[in-house]
């Protein structure tokens, strides 16, 4: 299992921009990003896999991307176009290539109307 720290969440006004990245302590498969709302249950945001092949949740396309740097075991997701239904704790999530799952500890990301 892989250690995983999760970084730049925060408050942000609506239409503005947040960059979350997330550094895994080894080698890990496919990489990603899920996030919960008050009352409601963790939901898929974005997953990268290590050869680059992404997918999103309907809700974010076209405003979120997902990237990763293999080298440095780091995973990002450029958040643009924030909207006050993207308020949740967003947690960072790795396969490794033992194929056990991880979960980082959560960043808030709050956006205000």
């Known amino acids: 299992q892989v250690q995983l720290v999760e970084s730049g969440g925060g408050l942000m006004q609506a239409g503005g921009s947040l960059r979350l990245s997330c550094a895994a302590s080894?080698?890990?498969?496919?990489m990603g990003w899920y996030r919960q709302a008050p009352g409601k249950q963790r939901e898929l945001v974005a997953t990268?896999?290590?050869?680059?092949?992404?997918n999103y949740a309907d809700s974010v396309k076209g405003r979120f991307t997902i990237s990763r740097d293999n080298a440095k075991n780091i995973v990002y997701l450029q958040m643009n176009s924030l909207k006050p239904d993207d308020t949740a704790i967003y947690y960072c999530y790795a396969r490794s290539v033992w194929y056990s799952d991880s979960w980082g500890q959560g960043t808030q990301v709050t956006v205000s109307s």
């Open positions: 990268i896999s290590s050869g680059g092949s992404a």
């Open positions: 080894g080698s890990t498969l496919t």
